[in-house]
């Protein structure tokens, strides 16, 4: 099958610590994007790569970091400096980097912080 | 910064009513997406409007682009509990560098 995964879908971390979320895909797109959801609020931006060995910043980067080292993976941690972690996390990828290039999704991370 | 506005937030409705979303920006739109995320699931693409005044459908829905490309509207004829979710509308304003989503109409329905 193709598509994008994610893992795990539930996480729960204490305060204070690190967290990696995953991300897959093996459509052979070339961008891949974070997005953060909270209750009642659209979708924002954390990171996004065009490229393999690239990314950039989006609207809501503090507190995160991104890795690039394969095309298939994206991989974002949640840093201890991000003061309000608990949200709804979605990975997506395009077949490039494109405002008309239709993003696919992964069934998100839901990352609670206690 | 750039902003695509979409309402209402939340719409409920009986079933068999119809419904609808708009999305509007203060600038110029190169294209518009809308996508639909079901309650617990992740967003999922429906369709791409691209040119002025273009009206795309998709069995009861029906998708429009301004004719100045600044906003947009989806509507659901007869709706079901099917259509139960949170619509997104994404855009890329002028000046932009990327995609940016709407708020999100959150869709319930009376059975």
């Known amino acids: 099958d193709g598509g994008i995964t994610q893992s795990p879908k539930y996480l729960f971390r204490k305060e204070g610590q690190n967290v990696t979320l995953s991300c897959e895909q093996n459509l052979n797109h070339d961008a891949m994007y974070w997005y953060r959801q909270d209750p009642g609020q659209g979708l924002r931006l954390i990171y996004y790569?065009?490229?393999?060995?690239?990314?950039q910043k989006g609207d809501i980067a503090e507190g995160y970091s991104v890795s690039r080292e394969k095309k298939e993976s994206f991989p974002l941690t949640v840093t201890s400096a991000q003061k309000n972690p608990t949200a709804f996390y979605l990975c997506?990828?395009?077949?490039?980097?494109?405002?008309?290039?239709?993003?696919?999704f992964g069934p998100g991370t839901r990352l609670t912080v206690l | 910064g750039q902003q695509v506005m979409q309402i209402p937030q939340y719409q409920h409705v009986q079933e068999g009513e119809d419904f609808t979303t708009y999305c509007n920006s203060s600038?110029?739109?190169?294209?518009i997406q809308w996508y639909k995320q079901r309650p617990g699931g992740h967003p999922v693409f429906l369709i791409q409007?691209?040119?002025?005044?273009e009206v795309k459908k998709q069995k009861r829905l029906t998708f429009q682009f301004g004719e100045a490309k600044k906003n947009s509207s989806l509507h659901i004829t007869a709706t079901q509990t099917t259509d139960v979710g949170t619509y997104f509308c994404?855009?890329?304003?002028?000046?932009?560098?990327?995609?940016?989503f709407g708020q999100g109409t959150r869709l319930t329905i009376n059975p």
């Open positions: 600038t110029t739109l190169s294209n």
């Open positions: 994404a855009g890329k304003p002028r000046g932009a560098q990327k995609l940016v």
């Open positions: 409007l691209v040119k002025s005044g």
């Open positions: 790569s065009q490229i393999v060995n690239d990314f």
């Open positions: 997506a990828s395009s077949i490039a980097y494109g405002p008309t290039d239709t993003q696919y």
